[in-house]
């Protein structure tokens, strides 16, 4: 009975955690990132190079929001196959 309850208190915190992360897309939203204005290899240079996050004030994101934030950056890159169009 005990093992049941903290595997329940377990997951419901797993699950609260997950549900306040913010998806790639609001973090670009917040730092004023448009996917579209760079290619791939731009985004993936940037994501590269330290002096370029800081900058950009991505290097205090968590390592899981800057990881869901450069995947949305270049799924939606100028040159990708689904690429963000204005309004959307």
Same mark, same amino acid.
């Given at each position: 009975m005990r093992k049941n309850y903290i595997l /329940?208190?377990?997951s419901l915190l797993l #699950? =609260?955690?997950s549900m306040w992360a913010k998806? =790639?897309?609001q973090l670009a939203n917040e730092l004023? #990132? &448009? %996917?579209s204005s760079k290619a791939i290899k731009q985004w993936e240079r940037l994501f590269g190079s330290d002096d370029k996050l800081k900058s950009l004030?991505? &290097?205090k #994101? /968590? +390592? +899981?929001? !800057? +990881? &869901?934030?450069?995947?949305y950056l270049i799924d939606h890159a100028a040159d990708s &196959? !689904? %690429?963000t169009v204005a309004g959307k």
């Open positions: /329940a208190l377990l #699950l =609260g955690t998806s =790639g897309q004023k #990132l &448009d %996917p004030g991505i &290097d #994101l /968590a +390592a +899981a929001e !800057k +990881a &869901d934030l450069k995947k &196959d !689904k %690429p």
